[in-house]
């Protein structure tokens, strides 16, 4: 589902990564870690194409990413959901609103797009939250909405740059349920994280990034 071929990445003439090769299979959840400034977050942007790679080749639910025309982005970026944490939500819209854009993008009906948001919020347990806008919802409640967002339209590839930021323990682990639902219903899932307690235990692959390549790989 997201395949790596000798793919180097340099800003500034510094390189990042380095002839850096592995695959994620299709329906997988695994995870990327490393220390700060390893590359992760460059990693996540090369497989949605908000960077570049300089060598080696990027597939992604069958695309060459890295080759991709930048018209073409967009039909990408239709099946591959991100959860940023500078890709925040819009306070001028409710939550309801915040989430029902990522449908009108696609062309749905009102009807349908009102009833799929509404599954969803029930999903992420914030169903009586739909009229609110985001500044009146505490940080773990804001990050339920902007995966809800990210998995309304089903992506086939789910990335997650450090989901659970700095919110508690318990927040952190609710959000981690998410993501394991939505790898259940077979959204290919990659989470991005510094932190170990997030996949110490789970069984799930890990890739540790450092040094411009990948070091080691284990399970969590
Ligand atoms: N747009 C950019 N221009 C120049 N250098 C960049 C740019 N983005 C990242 N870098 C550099 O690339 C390296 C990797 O950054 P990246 O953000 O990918 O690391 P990270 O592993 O996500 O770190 P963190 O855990 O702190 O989020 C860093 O040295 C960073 O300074
Ligand atoms: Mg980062």
Redesign the pocket.
Known sequence: MIQFSGVSKY??G?V?LKDISFTIEKGELAYIT??????????LKLIYCAERPDTGQIVVAGWDVGKLKQGTIPFLRRNVGIVFQDFRLLFNKTVFDNIALALRIHDMQPREIKETVNNVLKDIRLKHKEHVFPQHLSGGEQQRIVIARAMVSRPTVLLA??PTGNLDMDTSRNIMGLFREINARGTTVLI?T?NNALFHGTGRRVLY?NNTHIEKEAVG
């Open positions: 800003y500034d510094d990042v490393g220390p700060s400034g390893a590359g992760k977050t460059t990693l740059d450090e991005a510094h990034l």
